[in-house]
């Protein structure tokens, strides 16, 4: 029996098919496994519906990869062409669940492996996950089971046997971090940036001894008034924070966006914050926006977070346990970078809905977190675009990202 690690919500989910308000068929490429395309070609007899496969399931010959290896043809509304109008999959419907392709089988389930332990979680582009986990209370807990339901697995990144004992002593440390209510979660971020820049700093034949100290230290600064009062009194940069905002936003448009929620939402944004620019691409009153920023962000998205701060609380967590965090770039900084960038996107997309309706609800930020997910997480190609962009701007430092948390 092979060993999971997976969080407690996984057991609970189960898709809710053609009930489901967006689609996991349309808004993205969908690759097909080498295995499963030569499936489509060889195994299935003539017919009607092997007609329409054979049309709309091409060979990806841009990927090396196996499980990249096809992709199916999307129609002029970027869905999959093998889509019924009732919302339900042809494949699965005409052949059985056994010839989806690894894409469709696993979605919205994501795998990694640390050493010999597979992994799995939920990615919040589903909005069913998004729901299941972003709405606990309770916040996210973690299990071992040899127990698991699902028969396909598609290990997306892998963390080796010689870094195991580091990745576990930071990713442990971390979550630890983030999932302590005794203090707002801005002040758990930077306290996990600095602790993760302490980190960075020590040698790789110091670790069995430095890394026990410095994880005691941050833990006493965690419960330190006079510590955590002074980052509290860090104050963020309403300027820095709504250039970079438009930046992102007007980057990752010029790649094509399809998801017509999403941009529901940035026209929502973009007018409550008063983002509209003239003919030089200069904001018409900046100052305006920048006070329409502070206003909604206290009277508005603080104060519904003070009863329902663990849902951004189980946003981080999420991501630290599903992108093998702070291992996923190439070292500790990049990786808390591209993290934070993403959490401020969230952070300034939820103010100004909050601008444009007056207030947030559960299912609000539901929605935008799930559409973030959908358009910017899932592309690798624009977060990495993000960081040589900020590192091209010099923002590539701390500091900086302390500014975009508060």
Not at 34 to 50: A, D, G, H, V
Not at 97 to 105: H, K, S, Y
Not at 157 to 180: A, C, G, H
């Amino acid at each position: 029996m092979t060993l999971f690690l997976v969080p407690k919500y996984l057991s609970e989910f189960k898709c809710i098919g053609p009930a489901c308000e967006d689609t996991c068929c349309a808004g993205w490429n969908i690759t097909i496994d080498k295995k499963t395309f030569n499936l489509y070609r060889n195994k299935i007899q003539y017919s009607e519906f092997k007609k329409k496969l054979e049309v709309n399931v091409k060979r990806n010959r841009k990927s090396q990869s196996d499980e990249m290896y096809g992709k199916f043809n999307l129609d002029s509304d970027n869905k999959c062409n093998m889509l019924l109008e009732n919302g339900l999959c042809s494949i699965h419907q005409e052949l059985g669940e056994e010839f989806l392709c690894n894409t469709c089988a696993i979605y919205p389930r994501h795998y990694t492996k640390v050493d010999q332990v597979l992994e799995s979680s939920l990615t919040l582009s589903c909005p069913e996950a998004a729901r299941l986990v972003l709405l606990r209370k309770e916040g996210i807990d973690f299990i071992e089971t040899e127990d698991f339901e699902n028969k396909k697995t598609l290990i997306t990144s892998e963390i080796s046997s010689d870094k195991t004992t580091r990745f576990w002593n930071l990713r442990v440390f971390i979550i630890q971090i983030l999932q302590d209510r005794t203090q707002s979660l801005e002040i758990r971020l930077i306290l996990m940036g600095l602790f993760l820049q302490a980190c960075q700093q020590i040698k790789d034949d110091h670790w069995d001894i430095e890394f026990p100290k410095i994880a005691e230290d941050f833990f006493n600064r965690l419960h330190n008034e006079e510590f955590i009062t002074s980052l509290s009194n860090i104050q963020g940069n309403t300027s820095f924070k709504l250039n970079l905002l438009r930046e992102l936003i007007r980057y990752r448009l010029s790649g094509g966006v399809t998801s017509p929620k999403y941009l529901n939402i940035l026209e929502d944004i973009i007018g409550s914050l008063a983002l509209e620019e003239d003919a030089e691409n200069n904001v018409k009153d900046f100052e305006k926006s920048k006070s329409v920023l502070v206003q909604s962000q206290t009277a508005y998205y603080e104060d519904f977070m003070k009863e329902h701060e663990y849902i951004l609380e189980n946003y981080c967590v999420n991501y630290i346990f599903k992108n093998l965090f702070p291992y996923d770039q190439e070292n500790l900084f990049k990786s808390y970078m591209i993290f934070i960038v993403q959490f401020t996107l969230i952070k300034l997309h939820l103010i100004g809905l909050s601008a444009k309706h007056k207030g947030l609800t559960p299912e609000s930020v539901l929605l935008c977190i799930q559409q973030i997910s959908k358009v910017i997480e899932h592309d690798s190609n624009y977060l990495q675009g993000v960081l040589k962009g900020l590192e091209d701007a010099d923002y590539n430092t701390m500091a900086h990202m302390f500014v975009l948390i508060k």
